[in-house]
């Protein structure tokens, strides 16, 4: 995350679930009521994903609780959201997602010098063993932590 960002949320099922490979940021179309929201930290990730579609990229599935003071000019929750990026980076990254099986997977959402940022993972889903290799190696580091932490 890059200095002086204020992070909003983190998609921590996300390290689960995948081996990220790469990460890099980009804005986020908003309306101002999802911009209360989000500085509210009412979102919730679920199954979000980014999605190339027509030469633009979106994120599909993240949810933006509406914001109770908008009255009548509150946003839809659920809707689809058009992610702002170059398109050169658009079209690298559509070569990589249908070649090699990757998957565009939010990380965290941070607000940057007042403006909403999403920060990407290009990843792989994990096997069921690899998620248990992650376990276990986490689980040693702890361990390992804690008898130091004992010995000093």
Known sequence: MPEGAKTVAKNRRAFYDYAIDEKFECGIALAGSEVKSIRAGRLAFGDSYG??????????????SAYDQASIFNHEPDRDRRLLVHKDEIRRLRRKVDERGFTLVPLQIYLKKGIVKVELGLAKGKREYDKRQSIKARDQKREADREMRERY
């Not at 190339?52 to 933006?64: D, H, S």
């Open 51 to 64: 999605r190339i579609r027509n030469n633009e990229l979106w994120l599909v599935g993240l949810r933006i």
